[in-house]
């Protein structure tokens, strides 16, 4: 019997423990990082990197800001952010500069694949 | 009487305080080591430093590549300083390039002065030609987020703002007159400095000012606007006590020569090289 008290003693304890660890006082919200960012917010991100990439036309330096938003290939993320920014009627000029960074991204790619 | 119960004393449950002590600890380890709460969704303001300082940056890049000011403050908007051209200056103060800087500088100044012409300058695009992909640290993506927070709906920003033509930096051409000559006795100085500082006809400061400051077997070359805690238009140059040089702002500016540390004398009648203060104003 005793046992069994102490046990669930210790639940008690653990369930409160969660309480303040996960909902009362969680860690602070502000040490997210980019790979984070809502969708939409990421969409922005990878434009920014569009009309950066514009300018210098530096694909090593885009894919370094890229490559921030997780692991996947840099492409991927432009083409989530292609397909966010449809759905959030992102101006057309916008869309044509997403679309333009996907296509630098794949040319490289198709050159490689052909024997 | 019972005797025998008499002498028993009753214990009170301590086993009971102990397992709730064991089970708040071992809660407390796995909700803020083992298992803490990982955010996903979020917006740009729950960023750490290090990637707000990013997120700035990729603002300042997108603007200098579109010059487009409503977008870029829209932008920096996400992010909730209080000081958005501080927080630009004082992120430029910490960049690791220059360039880095300049871009995050000249965005500090069109949110400060928003009338003013964007200056463009070809030490801006210098680091892109220049750049070699460092190895960047693995984000490993948070997919099983024990806790999603939701900030408020947003639209993604997409502002019909009428842009900004780019234009070049004028100040390149202006004729700078010297209209300040003086000598700085500070003992704070740790080395001797030319100090030169640009204005425009307004009495402004011009930061992105070309600098050339030339020596009897060299030259460098330099722009104002890296010190924005002392002024936009301040930079400054170290000299050799002994040498001679001559300091110019700009392509046809007024050429200052013979200048060369001078010497000054602390309280106890200790010699010491002091600076050179060197104001410039666009006529």
């Not at chain 1, 960012?37 to 990197?49: F, G, I, K, P, Q």
């Not at chain 2, 409503?70 to 960049?95: E, K, N, V």
Request: aromatic share 10%; net charge negative; charged share 20%.
């Amino acid at each position: 019997m005793r046992f069994f008290w102490f046990f669930l003693t210790i639940l008690f304890g653990l369930l409160i423990g969660f309480y303040f660890g996960w909902v009362r006082t969680p860690t602070s919200i502000g040490t997210t990082q980019l790979s984070n960012l809502r969708s939409d917010y990421l969409a922005d991100y990878v434009l920014m990197a569009a009309e950066s990439y514009e300018q210098h036309q530096n694909l090593a330096y885009t894919t370094s800001q890229l490559v921030l938003l997780g692991d996947q290939h840099p492409l991927r993320y432009i083409q989530k952010a292609i397909i966010i920014a449809e759905k959030l009627d992102f101006s057309r000029k916008d869309l044509e500069k997403l679309a333009m960074l996907a296509q630098v991204y794949q040319i490289p790619e198709t050159a490689t694949e052909a024997p | 009487m019972n005797s025998r119960f008499q002498e028993e004393k009753r214990q009170p449950p301590y086993y009971l305080l102990t397992g709730f002590l064991l089970g708040l600890a071992l809660g407390f380890v796995m909700t803020m080591v083992i298992l803490p709460v990982q955010y996903t969704n979020v917006p740009p303001e729950t960023l750490n430093s290090k990637d707000k300082d990013r997120y700035r940056l990729m603002i300042a890049l997108a603007f200098r590549s579109n010059q487009d000011l409503g977008r870029a403050s829209a932008r920096l908007g996400l992010l909730r300083d209080d000081d958005i051209a501080g927080q630009l200056i004082q992120q430029s103060r910490r960049s690791e390039t220059k360039s880095d800087a300049q871009v995050l500088l000249n965005l500090a100044q069109a949110i400060q002065n928003p009338l003013a012409q964007p200056a463009i300058t070809a030490q801006t695009t210098d680091f892109i030609e220049t750049f070699t992909p460092a190895p960047t640290e693995t984000i490993l993506p948070t997919e099983t987020p024990s806790e999603t927070s939701t900030p408020q709906p947003t639209q993604p920003v997409s502002t019909p703002i009428a842009q900004m033509s780019p234009t070049p930096n004028l100040s390149a051409g202006l004729p700078f007159q010297l209209t300040e000559n003086k000598t700085i006795c500070n003992t704070s100085y740790r080395e001797s400095l030319i100090q030169v500082e640009v204005f425009n006809a307004e009495g402004e400061p011009i930061a992105n000012s070309r600098v050339t400051v030339t020596w009897s077997d060299g030259q460098d070359t330099f722009f104002t606007g890296f010190y924005p805690e002392i002024s936009l238009g301040y930079a400054d140059f170290s000299m050799t006590p002994g040498s001679l040089y001559s300091v110019k702002v700009g392509e046809i500016g007024e050429m200052v020569t013979d200048l060369s540390a001078p010497e000054c004398k602390d309280d106890s009648d200790v010699n010491y090289w002091g600076s050179i203060y060197l104001r410039f104003d666009a006529p």
